[in-house]
């Protein structure tokens, strides 16, 4: 059986990283997986990318940008909620590329800004090949949002867009209804790595008649393993003395990634023997608004160092307001460190509140404050590091998703 993954990047992005290890881990259990990308960060064996030479690079820089154009101009000429949104209007034709051919199975993962338009997933859908589409957020079944918030509108006919600040039928209404068009008569199956997605998914007007799943994404248990702390701290240059708050994603300014509620959460803790380690983009003068010493660590992209860094730390907190199942927290939970998320998105699914972290109530940073408190004070932290194990091993090991997987695609071909 041959699998090809598509995803716009190999290694960017959370969504990336997902689709990489389930490459992996499809390989482990004896599929032949390959991945199809945009933008190649890494030159390795089975990822391949569109962009040959630089021509094409060039043509796939000018349709991203073209794309967020079209975007700008019916955000009327705001950048506010430029990446809050996709409308998929140009990509790239691979229906005829090789891979695509000799594939069995066709697995979409996030393939936004410019990889595949939607006319590029109606000629994949032509093929006649059964296709599996990972929902890593909510845009395969809304009209043009990645998150849609508080709005049900996609679960009958997206309009009047938040995002846009328009009113009645405008772009999302028109994206929303070219993909009932391919979707009505596709051979896709649609699968939510979160409970939370599968049920948003359920509900919504493009998906009616659907199959759709949860399987959650994997994690290589061997990389993200448990190690002594003092020896990470040290090989980190990080305090010995300190309890340790790890913090971060790919942009921690990002609005989404509720950094205010987090800085009033640590004014609210009022305790000097914190500190706050960071890793991701983080601005100067966001950095000088937190309440306590910062060690910023920058982009981190080698596994084995993101590994010792979530050892190093005694808690991974999360301020997030929009999330599906994040990496990083799988990622911190199998190193043994303890979470603290808001209630949203996967989150709850994730974090077994007073078991293995805290699950706070929704954007209460107060709440979020009494969570890091609860872990920071928790007498047996060996036995909280156990269930965080335990919960990885259990759910989330590469050979636990990939044969759910592997029972997906097997059913599919018969």
């Not at 772009?171 to 009932?180: C, G």
């Not at 640590?266 to 910062?294: A, N």
């Not at 699914?349 to 007073?354: G, L, N, Q, V, Y």
């Amino acid at each position: 059986m041959k699998i090809l993954l598509l995803n716009t990047s190999d290694r960017i992005g959370g969504a990336a990283v997902a689709a990489h290890r389930l490459m992996q881990a499809l390989q482990k259990q004896g599929i032949q997986a390959d991945m199809l990308v945009r933008d190649l960060v890494r030159e390795e064996e089975h990822v391949y990318t569109v962009n040959r030479s630089g021509w094409m690079r060039w043509l796939n820089c000018f349709r991203f940008y073209w794309e967020r154009f079209i975007i700008f101009l019916f955000n009327h000429f705001s950048r506010s909620e430029l990446f809050r949104v996709s409308i998929a209007n140009v990509g790239n034709d691979i229906s005829r590329n090789k891979l695509v051919q000799d594939a069995d199975i066709i697995h979409l993962h996030w393939i936004n800004q410019g990889f595949l338009s939607l006319k590029d997933i109606k000629a994949l859908v032509d093929l006649r090949k059964p296709i599996v589409w990972t929902m890593h957020d909510m845009w395969p079944c809304t009209g043009i949002c990645h998150h849609a918030r508080e709005c049900n509108k996609y679960q009958e006919l997206c309009e009047s867009c938040f995002y846009l600040k328009s009113q009645s039928f405008d772009l999302s209404t028109n994206v929303y209804r070219k993909k009932k068009f391919i979707y009505q008569n596709a051979n896709i199956t649609f699968v939510g790595c979160s409970d939370w997605l599968k049920q948003k998914a359920l509900v919504s007007g493009l998906l009616k008649r659907k199959h759709v799943l949860n399987i959650p994404n994997a994690i290589n248990a061997s990389v993200f393993c448990q190690k002594e702390k003092v020896a990470c701290r040290k090989e980190l240059n990080l305090p010995l003395d300190k309890y340790l708050i790890l913090f971060g994603a790919l942009n921690v300014t990002d609005s989404r990634k509720g950094v205010d509620y987090l800085i009033r959460s640590l004014f609210l803790l009022r305790r000097k023997d914190i500190e706050l380690v960071v890793f991701g983009q983080i601005k100067q003068e966001i950095k000088s608004m937190f309440p306590i010493p910062i060690h910023s660590m920058g982009y981190l992209s080698d596994e084995v160092k993101i590994s010792i860094l979530y050892n190093a730390v005694d808690l991974f907190v999360t301020s997030s307001l929009d999330e599906n199942l994040p990496n990083t927290i799988m990622e911190a939970m199998a190193c043994g460190t303890p979470c603290v998320g808001f209630r949203t998105g996967g989150i709850p699914e994730m974090i077994d509140h007073k078991r293995n972290g805290y699950v706070a109530d929704y954007k209460d940073a107060e709440d979020l404050a009494r969570g890091i408190r609860w872990v920071l004070d928790y007498p047996d932290k060996a036995r909280l590091s156990e269930a965080c194990v335990e919960k990885v091993q259990r759910e989330y090991a590469e050979e636990v998703v990939a044969k759910r997987y592997i029972d997906l695609y097997n059913e599919l071909v018969k």
